[in-house]
C-alpha cells in the first residue's frame, strides 16, 4: 500500500530523513516511535506531500506522491489526523464532517448529513452534532477530528501523535477508536509514545533515530529484545 524508497529530506543544511526505504502492507497498523527530532513526524507527513522530498520516491496506491498532478486527489484517499485536532471552530461538528465530501467529492448534502451522523454515532458523539469545537473536551475533538477523516472513505488512515496534547484521562477515549480501526482492516500509520497501544494493537513498530529507521519489527519482539542501544534506552526511559 505505501512504499518508501530512499526518502531522503531537508530543512536547509539539516538532513531530516536520511535514505528511508520501507513499506506498509494494506491493512497493516504500524507504530512509529523515537526520540524527538527523529524524523517521525516529516516521515508521515510526506505520504500525504505535506511535506516533499528532495530524493526518493514514494508509492501510495501504486501512485508516485510527489509526481501526482492533483494534491486534493490524492489527500481524498489518505485521512490525517494531527495532533492540535485543526478543526474549523466557526462551524458545528456534522458540519466540519460535511464539508469535505461536499466540497471536494461533491457528495450530495443530504447524504453526507447521513453519513456525518453515522461517523459521530461510531464515536460516541451523535449527541454533540450540532455543538461547536470550543464547546468539546479535546478528547471529544479528537474523536471528531478522526470521525472526520473517515468522512472522505479513505484508504489510509495517518495519526501524527493524535494523544500527545490531550489530557491523561481523555488519551484512551481516543485509542478505542483506533483500535476499533484497526480490527476492522483500515491501513494505519501511527506516531505515538503510547507503547502499551503499540504493544497491543500494532503489526509492525518501527523505531526511528536521526531521520533513519533504527529497527523495523513486530510488537513482541521489539519490547522483548530491542537490538540497538538507542532502542533499548528510549524504552527504558518510556518505562521510566
Known amino acids: 500500500m505505501i512504499q518508501f524508497n530512499n526518502v531522503s529530506k531537508w530543512y536547509?543544511?539539516?538532513?531530516?530523513?536520511?535514505?528511508?526505504?520501507?513499506?506498509?502492507?494494506?491493512?497493516?497498523?504500524?507504530?512509529?516511535c523515537g526520540p524527538s527530532g527523529s524524523g517521525k513526524s516529516t516521515l508521515i507527513r510526506t505520504v500525504n506531500r505535506l511535506e516533499p522530498i528532495q530524493a526518493g520516491s514514494i508509492i501510495v496506491d501504486e501512485q508516485d506522491v510527489n509526481a501526482c498532478k492533483s494534491i486534493d486527489e490524492l489527500r481524498s484517499h489518505i485521512g490525517f489526523v494531527f495532533q492540535q485536532f485543526n478543526l474549523f471552530p466557526h462551524m458545528s461538528v456534522r458540519d466540519n464532517l460535511m464539508?469535505?465530501?461536499v466540497i471536494l467529492?461533491?457528495?450530495n448534502k443530504a447524504?453526507?448529513?447521513?453519513?456525518?451522523?453515522?461517523?459521530?454515532?461510531?464515536?460516541?458523539?451523535?449527541?454533540?452534532?450540532?455543538?461547536?469545537p470550543g464547546q468539546l473536551s479535546g478528547g471529544q475533538q479528537q474523536r471528531v477530528a478522526i470521525a472526520r477523516a473517515l468522512a472522505m472513505n479513505p484508504k489510509?488512515?495517518?495519526f501524527d501523535e493524535p494523544t500527545s496534547a490531550l489530557d491523561p484521562e481523555m488519551v484512551n477515549e481516543v485509542l478505542l477508536v483506533m483500535k476499533s480501526l484497526a480490527t476492522e482492516g483500515m491501513t494505519m500509520i501511527c506516531v505515538t509514545h503510547e507503547m502499551n497501544f503499540a504493544r497491543d494493537v500494532a503489526d509492525t513498530v518501527w523505531f526511528m533515530d536521526a531521520g533513519a529507521i533504527v529497527e523495523q519489527a513486530p510488537?513482541?519482539?521489539?519490547?522483548?529484545?530491542?537490538?540497538t542501544e538507542r532502542a533499548r534506552k528510549f524504552l527504558a526511559d518510556i518505562r521510566h
Do not use: W
Open 105 to 107: 467529492k461533491r457528495s
Open 99 to 101: 464539508m469535505a465530501p
Open 219 to 227: 510488537p513482541a519482539e521489539f519490547f522483548s529484545r530491542a537490538r
Open 111 to 132: 447524504a453526507a448529513r447521513d453519513k456525518a451522523m453515522s461517523l459521530l454515532e461510531r464515536v460516541g458523539l451523535g449527541h454533540k452534532a450540532d455543538a461547536f
Open 12 to 32: 536547509g543544511q539539516y538532513q531530516a530523513l536520511c535514505d528511508v526505504t520501507a513499506k506498509v502492507s494494506q491493512g497493516e497498523v504500524l507504530v512509529v
Open 156 to 158: 489510509i488512515m495517518l
